[in-house]
């Protein structure tokens, strides 16, 4: 059993950089993912960042790609906030032994934190 915990700064300015952390209870052994989502206010839920630790790889969404880095330790590094990132992040992780094609599949995400606001003001 995982359990996951967001936090970071909850308000910043456009341009800023901020890091959201994923604190999560033990959990290691099989490969499985770890990724990042957010619901911006009037939108769906996406997913934004993801990281297999069976390869150690990474993937983005296009909005994010070069701005935001997750890590292996589950935290997300905002660079250069727009005020379109305003939105409520969420840590997200599969149970164990998860192939690197579970990492696209949000239904395969089975632990979630509770999810942190971040407000960006222009």
């Known amino acids: 059993q995982m359990q996951l915990s967001e936090s970071g700064v909850g308000s910043v300015q456009a341009g800023a950089s901020l890091t959201l952390s994923c604190v999560s209870s033990?959990?290691?052994?099989?490969?499985?993912?770890m990724a990042w989502f957010r619901q911006r206010p009037g939108k769906e839920r996406e997913r934004i960042a993801t990281?297999?630790?069976g390869t150690q790889s990474t993937s983005y969404v296009d909005d994010v790609k070069g701005r935001f880095t997750i890590s292996p330790d589950r935290s997300l590094q905002m660079n250069n906030v727009e005020v379109e990132d305003t939105a409520v992040y969420t840590c997200?992780?599969?149970?164990?032994?998860?192939?690197?094609?579970?990492?696209?599949?949000?239904?395969?995400?089975?632990?979630w934190g509770h999810g942190t606001q971040v407000t960006v003001s222009s």
């Open positions: 990281f297999y630790t």
């Open positions: 997200a992780a599969t149970r164990l032994q998860a192939s690197h094609r579970d990492c696209w599949l949000e239904y395969k995400y089975f632990y």
């Open positions: 033990e959990y290691r052994g099989a490969p499985f993912c």
